[in-house]
């Protein structure tokens, strides 16, 4: 079992920035392949960024892609998601995902086993 809790999201307005985290616990996360996944009201859960098991390789969503960072510390245990230049249509729940390393597709929801509880982040206009 792994243990994952998201921390960092918040009320901000446009063009702002936010810092999400992911703790984790219960197994050794360095096996793990970590994403972030966003689902906004009455919508369905979205993909917005993914990490390989070192940190060697970053993947994003197109519209993401240049305003948000992902990154992770295995010494911590913990991945981030850096949001800049944050827009209205970013509004949503951010949920923190772990899958082991090749498991499957990053973006595809069906690859994660483990998901934390979301933290909210809403993007005043």
């Known amino acids: 079992q792994v243990q994952l809790t998201e921390s960092g999201g918040g009320l901000v307005q446009a063009g702002g920035s936010l810092r999400l985290s992911c703790a984790a616990s219960g197994r050794t996360f360095s096996n793990y392949q970590m994403a972030w996944f966003r689902q906004a009201p009455k919508k369905g859960r979205e993909y917005v960024a993914a990490i390989s098991w070192n940190g060697a390789g970053t993947y994003y969503e197109d519209s993401v892609l240049g305003r948000f960072t992902i990154s992770r510390d295995n010494a911590k245990a913990t991945v981030f998601l850096q949001m800049n230049s944050l827009k209205p249509e970013d509004t949503g729940v951010y949920y923190c995902?772990?899958?082991?390393?090749?498991?499957?597709?990053?973006?595809?929801?069906?690859?994660?086993?483990?998901w934390g509880q979301g933290t909210p982040v809403t993007v005043s206009s």
């Open positions: 995902a772990a899958a082991q390393q090749g498991g499957g597709s990053y973006r595809n929801l069906a690859t994660y086993r483990y």
